[in-house]
């Protein structure tokens, strides 16, 4: 298989989904490459972006379903500190990934543009994870050789808008966008580069052809305008992380009978993750993930029940640094956390489970004379249960 593509399915049909996912943590020119600029703008090495690029494509090829627009390609380009293939749990090749680079980047779009229009009704998925600037409307992502032309270097940037606006004439009626990259400005690349200048994109922009239908688009961001993202070294990023697990049930629905995960709920779950202390930390509700346009439509059908985030909690939430929880589901003993083991930073806090949905009894035990209980239905996007004392 040539070039980005790390999967290819011929027999997929039509419509189908395609996705594009670049994860850049290399940086040769900025601060700790081997070949660092003199000011890269406080911009350093991520080790983040690769680990994140690379679980997304692995959900995507495992677990991502849509009947009427199943996985028909998944593009991947990563730059990370040690190169190594990429295994398609579908399939269990290895593949070769190209470095993501700007050159490799552009290639890249326009072939993913081109897998998207082979239909009107193709789903087009792209994820960027690594440094991003903006200003204004304008958004910058950097790929791996930024600051390689030391005239303009965004010429290593792909220009974001510029992307979005060229997909327009693309067929593809729903294209669904995931930046987990900074929104900040940068001093030393956009106002070196002019006021309009946010990378290239090998996309014309146009407008859409009369004879498509209406065009579907959304982007999700990891943060607001002007605010910056965060990541844990060596791990998955905050943002995909919530969302990955906001695809695995807490963004899910069931008004048809099946759980189904759709544009809104998705924004709604993500948010609910990066608002929580036991999931993000410091960054609690300081990181707020945004979105442009919002139209409602289903991207992911669950096969099974959701997981679903629980919050078991004493009232007083001082009680919580000396009670015992117990979960039961039938009966029958799911999960337990013994008096004392709290968490070290905030003994106050709440019990952080997951639980798939369905009904459960919650106990919280501070004593023989001090045995508080509820019964509750545990269903997306989260549920927080208050045990009172009697």
């Not at 220009?159 to 900074?182: H, I, P, T, W, Y």
């Not at 961001?221 to 807490?250: C, I, M, N, W």
């Not at 009680?319 to 004392?340: I, K, P, Q, S």
């Not at 070290?344 to 009894?361: K, M, T």
Request: hydrophobic share 40%; proline share 7%.
């Amino acid at each position: 298989m040539a070039g980005s593509v790390v999967h290819l399915d011929e027999h997929a049909g039509s419509p189908c989904t395609h996705a594009l996912v670049i994860g850049v943590g290399k940086y040769p020119h900025l601060a700790g490459g081997e070949a660092p600029v003199a000011d890269s703008d406080g911009m350093r090495q991520l080790s983040s972006p690769p680990i994140s690029a690379r679980t997304l494509a692995t959900w995507l090829l495992a677990e991502y379903h849509d009947p009427g627009r199943p996985l028909g390609s998944v593009a991947l380009l990563l730059s990370e500190e040690t190169p190594a293939p990429f295994v398609n749990p579908r399939t269990q090749q290895a593949h070769q990934v190209e470095t993501a680079t700007i050159d490799n980047i552009l290639t890249a779009v326009t072939q993913w543009y081109d897998r998207g229009d082979s239909h009107v009704d193709n789903r087009l998925v792209f994820y960027f994870c690594g440094h991003g600037v903006s200003q204004g409307d304008d958004m910058a992502l950097l790929a791996a050789d930024i600051f390689a032309d030391e005239h303009n270097p965004l010429n290593s940037a792909l220009d974001f808008a510029g992307l979005m606006n060229g997909l327009k004439r693309c067929k593809a009626s729903e294209q669904v966008f995931f930046v987990d990259a900074c929104r900040s400005n940068s001093d030393v690349l956009i106002e070196r580069s002019g006021a309009r200048f946010a990378g290239r994109s090998p996309l014309g922009a146009g407008t859409r052809p009369l004879d498509l239908p209406r065009r579907f688009h959304i982007p999700y961001y990891a943060t607001l305008s002007g605010d910056r993202s965060h990541a844990r070294p060596g791990q998955v990023s905050l943002f995909t992380e919530a969302l990955l697990k906001s695809f695995s049930g807490a963004a899910s629905d069931d008004p048809e009978g099946d759980w189904r995960v759709d544009t809104s709920d998705l924004l709604k779950a993500i948010d609910h993750f990066m608002r929580q202390p036991r999931f993000a930390g410091a960054v609690a509700g300081v990181q707020v993930p945004s979105v442009g346009e919002l139209p409602v439509f289903v991207l992911h059908q669950l096969d099974g029940p959701p997981v679903v985030p629980v919050y078991v909690g004493c009232d007083p939430a001082e009680d919580n640094a000396e009670a015992e929880f117990v979960c039961r589901e039938d009966g029958l003993e799911r999960l337990h956390r013994a008096a004392g083991d709290v968490d070290g930073e905030d003994p106050q806090r709440e019990w952080a489970i997951e639980l798939r949905f369905g009904d459960y009894d919650f106990e919280a035990r501070l004593g023989d004379q001090d045995v508080r209980t509820k019964s509750v239905t545990v269903r997306p996007v989260f549920r927080r249960v208050k045990l009172e004392k009697p």
